[in-house]
């Protein structure tokens, strides 16, 4: 009698656990994990009581084993025992999603109220999403950042997340046959969705997305459908375009009027203005100037330039993409390298001073090099993003929440003066005063007995830049206004405001000039840009991938973090550094072996024979052919999104995918019994 009661209230809870779970999805992991693990134990603790095996075979089991021992034996012989079981572990847990999800849906319709309440938590999530999203556009952060919203997830985790839910929902809305009004639904959170999607701005969902959506349309047939989408994808295409202008503006004390308008052909990241030239960092294209009303290119470099700062009346110095600086001397009317400057980490700031070089690197601190020679400081204690520097003192800075002021003693950090968890987006020395701007507006600060003490503020919404030309400084908005601002005693004022039509990338003055550039970059082209950095970066990853391959070819280096392996294998210049290499086959290439990789190009074979088998399978069936036919579009996804992200080691879109095939093999049972 006691164990029948139990048993009746493990399965009250087991749909509480799995309810838990499906509305977690995309906002929570913890909560989904803890929806996964209660309802797995309660499942495995009624299996106990009853003897009655809830489980049922799914054609993997093979395939997952054979994938599992390829990663326990790279575990064997890693170098990194704890972090490669660990890992190892984390893979095997997951996969029992797949037999949870079989077994928690015990009939058809529990199986179909488990989808709806899954869609239904995906829309919530996504409906959060774009209300987010739609400040950043408003706010102009897509153009200047390049990315979406990071909300709940990373913004590509999120974008993985959500293409589950479009791919589904998109099978549905071609392959279901059903009332008008349902069919109205169903494009309504399909475009929601679809929207969500897009609204990501990553590359890697969009086109893992795409795909999958397109052979959806094959397996069903949609020719004419197929014809206008790659039609409208052509269009699309033709029309894009890549935007590189720099416009130059004399400032008067209450307008701006334009003086020049030019496009460059690469894209103007930078502007210095030395004596009559103009010189431009336009990237790829290299050192430009302006000569009349014409970017004519004067350099070119081993890697895109992306800033240009003057030493003196002879010498100039370039940041380079990979990190590098150069300095440039006038010979003739042309610049010859003369030094090259290489910090240890990946460079996010820096300035030059007393010819000195202070670079600020995101992940490895300080490094200071003299204009004559090596290097003569670095301090990897403090890593920040930005820098700040004059003779008497050194700020390291990064938004939200760091800030760290140094004595100086010969122009170089000494003595920590201050470390606070109140960061900023931007910082400067002046005088014994400290000017930061963050998000909510502007601070004067006053070094006093070594201590940092505020005297006042204005408030400025939307802060995008703070930056200090011709004695003065600027801040501009994403409003597109640019504020003139005025220090006085102890006193921040405006001396003049000036409204812009659009808020550019970057802006210098210079003798009562306003330079501005704006790039737009399009998403769709920047798939095939190899400078674009995310590009620019994953190569690199690559490249390093198959060189540890081939050190390690039967059985990998370990399913581990690759942050210092890729270190060993990096090029020089290669200064991105991330625990992975942004590819699932060279990714497991790598990481497995051969071994693990044939096991891994396995399991997606059978994977996808599966899914195939349960489509021909249910075909006929309302509801299990449409989901059927998303479950194919899931792991189409994988595939080809996997072609530029590590997703099949992500633990939001794994869990994603072993639930996705579970309720396509129990919608097939459930059906299948139901007619029966």
């Known amino acids: 009698m006691n164990e029948n009661k139990t048993v009746r209230i493990i399965d009250k809870l087991i749909p509480f656990f799995f309810v838990t779970f499906l509305l977690s999805f995309s906002n929570s992991i913890f909560i989904n994990q803890v929806g996964y693990y209660g309802c797995l134990l309660l499942i495995l603790g009624r299996y106990y009581l009853t003897k009655e095996n809830p489980f049922i075979k799914t054609g993997l089991e093979f395939a997952l084993a054979w994938f599992l ?57 996504m409906l959060i999403y774009l209300y987010v999203s739609y400040k950043y556009l408003i706010n102009n952060l897509y153009t200047l950042l390049g990315t979406g919203p990071s909300m709940l997830q990373f913004s590509i985790t999120a974008s993985e997340v959500m293409s589950f839910a479009v791919i589904i929902l998109f099978a549905f809305l071609v392959n279901e046959k059903t009332s008008r009004k349902v069919k109205i639904l169903t494009l309504i959170l399909f475009a929601v969705s679809a929207l969500s999607l897009f609204a990501t701005y990553k590359r890697t969902g969009w086109l893992g997305a795409g795909i999958s959506l397109l052979l959806i349309l094959t397996l069903t047939k949609k020719w004419k459908t197929i014809i206008v989408c790659l039609a409208l994808f052509a269009i699309v295409l033709v029309k894009e375009k890549n935007i590189s202008e720099v416009k130059i503006f004399n400032m008067s004390k209450d307008s701006l009027s334009l003086q020049l308008s030019v496009k460059t052909p690469g894209r103007a990241n930078d502007f210095l203005e030395a004596g009559n030239t103009i010189f431009i960092s336009d990237n790829e294209n290299g050192l430009t100037v302006l000569e009349k009303d014409k970017a004519i290119k004067k350099m070119d470099f081993p890697s895109p330039i992306i800033s240009i700062a003057k030493v003196n009346d002879s010498l100039l110095l370039a940041g380079l993409l990979d990190t590098r600086f150069l300095l440039l001397k006038n010979v003739n009317g042309k610049y010859e390298q003369q030094k090259e400057y ?121 802060l995008y830049k703070l930056k200090y030309y011709d004695s003065s400084y600027y801040a501009l908005t994403l409003q597109g206004k640019l504020v003139k601002l005025n220090i006085t005693a102890n006193k921040l004022s405006i001396a003049n405001t000036y409204e812009l039509k659009s808020v550019p ?122 989901y059927a036919l998303g479950a194919i579009g899931c792991i189409t996804f994988i595939v080809v999104s996997g072609l530029t992200e590590l997703n099949f080691f992500d633990h939001e879109v794994a869990t994603l995918l072993w639930f996705s095939i579970g309720l396509n093999i129990a919608f097939l049972r459930n059906a299948q019994l139901k007619n029966n």
């Not at 797949?98 to 179909?112: E, H, M, P, Q």
């Not at 991105?576 to 990789?597: K, P, R, S, V, Y």
Request: one cysteine or more; hydrophobic letters at 40%.
């Open 69 to 125: 021992a390829a990663d326990f034996i790279s575990f064997l012989f890693t170098t990194n025992h704890p972090q490669g079981f660990q890992f190892f572990l984390r893979r095997a847990l997951l996969v029992p999603i797949i037999y949870t999800t079989i077994a928690a849906c015990k009939d058809y319709k529990r199986t179909l109220l488990y989808f709806k309440i899954y869609i239904a938590g995906a829309i919530g999530t």
């Open 342 to 462: 290489l910090s240890p980490g990946f460079t996010t700031n820096y300035q030059f001073l007393n010819n000195n070089i202070y670079i600020a690197d995101a992940d490895s601190g300080l490094t200071v090099f003299s204009q004559n020679g090596g290097m003569i400081y670095h301090n990897s204690r403090v890593v920040a993003d930005n820098i700040a520097v004059d003779s008497q003192y050194t700020i390291m800075y990064s938004q939200p929440n760091k800030f760290v002021l140094y004595k100086n003693e010969n122009l170089l950090p000494k003595e920590e003066l201050v470390n606070s968890k109140n960061g900023c987006i931007a910082a400067y020395l002046d005088k014994g005063k400290i000017i930061t701007a963050d998000d909510k507006g502007l601070n004067l600060f006053v070094i006093v007995n070594n201590q940092i003490r505020q005297i006042d503020s204005y408030k400025l919404e939307n």
């Open 505 to 626: 990338t970057f802006f210098y003055v210079s003798q009562n000039k306003l330079f501005t550039s704006y790039i737009k970059r399009s998403r769709i082209l920047s798939v095939i840009d190899p400078y674009q950095p995310a590009n620019y970066n994953r190569f690199a990853f690559w490249r390093a991938g198959i060189k540890i391959f081939k050190d390690h070819p039967v059985f990998g280096v370990g399913d581990i973090d690759f942050n210092s392996i890729y270190k060993q294998y990096k090029r020089t210049y290669d200064k991105e550094i991330q625990g992975h290499l942004h590819n699932n086959f060279i990714h497991i290439l790598a990481a497995l072996g051969l071994f693990g990789f044939l096991a891994f190009v396995y399991l997606i074979f059978r994977i996808f024979k599966v899914n195939i088998s349960l489509y021909r399978k249910v075909k006929d069936i309302p509801i299990a052919s449409s």
